[in-house]
């Protein structure tokens, strides 16, 4: 199909009058004036010979003419270690190798939300298409395969396309859907061929395809550590370029695995839509996740097409956490027009430690129903003592987790890890390295836990320190961190009601027998808090982090931008994947003095 440019302002204005509406009436030379046709003297010959405009209106009121107003492309500001943002590094690093720069691939926003084409289609409908045989470059830390396809329009440019659920290797239709100034979205419509990396076998949800949730099921685990690797040292590459420079970045190790696969995560949030009209709902809206897309690649995928899937089960979620959505899905059947609006329905395994000789059913507390029976859901688990989990749905609700012979309490809706079964490793990790070098038994060994939320690394590593002082910044999160430190008889731990950037003026522990942990938000931790790190000046500092972008970015300003920082070496980087067949992965940093 022949395609013409985009009409913009200027090429309108080079439009013939004719293509305007205006009809030529051409003025014969005077001599060929018929009689009685009068010319005023100051008429020229030249003027003679232009051609006269008619207008159309005349013995009407004037016509205004309105001012075209060109729709604007409003790009969003961007936290560059948001997965947008981190996008840019890795569209920046396929360009290199495809010999490619930003200026071949921007693609023409003005022109996709203004312009029409000479049939009078919106030229998004030719940025907007089918693409056949796009063979996949690379991935991306996201889960998304990135490949470069033409550009429909300026045919000497080309595109970059994320395209989700595919692997480098893979051969694949899509659909462009959505264009951006430097890459387009799209949908995978059918993979031609697969990658060597590609084992659709493995896939064990009927949703996988569709839901936002995974991305990794049809890669075995060891191709995913291997993934979760390579994203934990391009972190590094892309927001600490320095360190690499200097070479004072060790060998990434090799990430840790989960001890479980599938039936790990203690924590779903499924949520739904409701429409204006609440009485006019035929049936209940989708209860669920959030659509990838609109695939057709998994044919044989659930859930229907709207944007929230109606999800029934969660394969990454636990036994109860499932047995939970079973008894909710089932009340919101009944339930779902006294909603006036959409709303989230939280979902949080609690665990308790049975007491012998004792009924299982008097120890449960509140929990998710069944509601034919009315009874609460339970799953008997056997650990180093008999433990009955159950499953809450109120944020406000206290539950417990029952953590490598250690219990926590904290409110159902505040943050606490989803996986449990990985705790005991990372734990354990996090306490082997804080241990101060050339330190004799009787030297005091102290500990300051930043961040430190209910208490899970304060109390587990309270046995090899001296002292330990968690600071937080919510109150509730103290106050059950002091209840933890209690109820499992820890009494070296203070905790501190603050914000972690005012946290040093208050310490008082000589910082050379003093250990740092910071497990941060994924913002990561700000520039006036790492510069009272660094003049703290502690022996050790282990962080850990949920986004290894922002953790990068953190470990190159301490090391090259703060006074004191220059003093620090990074011993080890590595990844724990708290999250299988996704692609987030959690990072560990141990810094220690030179």
Same mark, same amino acid.
């Given at each position: ?34 009689? $009685? ?54 569209? +920046? ?49 996201? $889960? ?24 480098? $290797? ?16 799209? &949908? ?64 990434? *190790? ?35 996740? *959030? ?65 012998? *000789?004792?009924?299982?059913? &008097? ?91 209910? %208490? ?7 046995? $090899?320190?001296?002292?330990?002082? %968690? ?26 009601? %603050? ?19 910071? +497990?941060?938000?994924?913002? *990561? ?70």
């Amino acid at each position: 199909m022949l395609i013409s440019r985009p009409r913009s302002l200027q090429s309108i204005a080079r439009l013939s009058l004719t293509q305007l509406g205006f009809r030529i009436v051409h003025i014969p030379h005077i001599r060929n004036m018929s009689a $009685g046709t009068t010319v005023d003297s100051s008429t020229s010959e030249h003027d003679l010979k232009r051609p006269v405009m008619e207008d159309k209106t005349a013995n009407h009121r004037p016509v205004k003419t309105r001012k075209v107003k060109l729709k604007k492309y409003k790009a969003k500001k961007v936290d560059e270690t948001s997965p947008l943002g981190v996008l840019q590094f890795e569209i +920046d690093e396929l360009l290199s190798k495809e010999g490619l720069t930003r200026e071949q691939i921007l693609n023409d926003m003005v022109a996709v939300l203004n312009h029409k084409d000479i049939d009078d289609n919106p030229m998004s409908s030719h940025y907007h298409r089918e693409v056949s045989d796009v063979p996949v470059l690379q991935i991306g830390a996201s $889960g998304d395969g990135l490949a470069v396809i033409s550009n429909p329009v300026e045919t000497e440019k080309k595109q970059v396309v994320v395209v989700p659920f595919a692997l480098p $290797g893979d051969v694949v239709r899509i659909r462009v859907f959505k264009t951006h100034p430097y890459f387009v979205e799209s &949908d995978l419509l059918e993979v031609l061929k697969n990658s060597p990396l590609r084992q659709d076998d493995l896939i064990k949800c009927r949703y996988f395809g569709k839901c936002a949730g995974c991305q990794f099921q049809f890669l075995t685990y060891d191709e995913q550590l291997k993934l979760k690797k390579e994203t934990v040292f391009n972190a590094y590459k892309y927001f600490a370029p320095q360190l690499l420079a200097k070479e004072m970045l060790p060998v990434v *190790g090799d990430t840790v695995a989960s001890p479980k696969m599938f039936d790990y995560r203690t924590k779903l949030t499924p949520h739904f839509d409701m429409p204006k009209k609440v009485s006019k709902l035929e049936e209940r809206p989708p209860l669920g996740f *959030g659509q990838k897309g609109r695939p057709s690649w998994r044919n044989n995928s659930s859930g229907g097409t709207k944007s929230i899937l109606d999800i029934e089960e969660c394969v990454i979620g636990t036994k109860i956490i499932n047995e939970g959505m079973a008894n909710e899905r089932k009340r919101f059947e009944r339930d779902y027009k006294n909603y006036k609006r959409g709303a989230t329905i939280l979902l949080r395994e609690n665990t308790r430690v049975l007491e012998a *000789g004792k009924p299982v059913e &008097d120890q449960l507390g509140e929990g998710s129903q069944n509601i034919t029976t009315g009874q609460t859901s339970f799953l008997e688990v056997m650990d180093d003592k008999p433990l009955a989990k159950t499953c809450v749905t109120k944020s406000r609700q206290v539950v417990t987790e029952y953590i490598n012979g250690y219990t926590f309490e904290f409110s159902a809706g505040e943050f606490f890890q989803n996986n449990n079964s990985i705790l005991p490793k990372v734990t354990d990790y996090v306490c082997s390295n804080l241990q101060i070098a050339n330190s004799k038994p009787e030297d005091p060994h102290y500990l300051v836990d930043a961040y430190c939320g209910s %208490g899970l690394f304060s109390i587990t590593a309270s046995k $090899g320190v001296d002292k330990v002082i %968690g600071v937080e910044v919510s109150a509730d999160s103290v106050s059950f961190a002091e209840r933890n430190a209690k109820a499992n008889g820890v009494k070296n731990c203070e905790f501190v009601v %603050g914000k972690a950037e005012c946290i040093f003026a208050s310490i008082d522990t000589p910082s050379d027998r003093t250990s740092v942990i910071l +497990d941060p938000p994924r913002k *990561g931790c700000d520039d006036v808090f790492l510069k009272q790190l660094a003049e703290y000046n502690p022996a050790r500092i282990v962080y850990i982090s949920c986004n290894v972008h922002s953790q990068a970015r953190d470990m190159q300003y301490f090391l090259q931008e703060t006074e004191k920082g220059k003093a620090y070496k990074i011993e080890s980087l590595r990844g724990f994947d708290f999250f299988p067949q996704t692609h987030h992965v959690e990072s560990v940093c141990v810094l220690s003095r030179i």
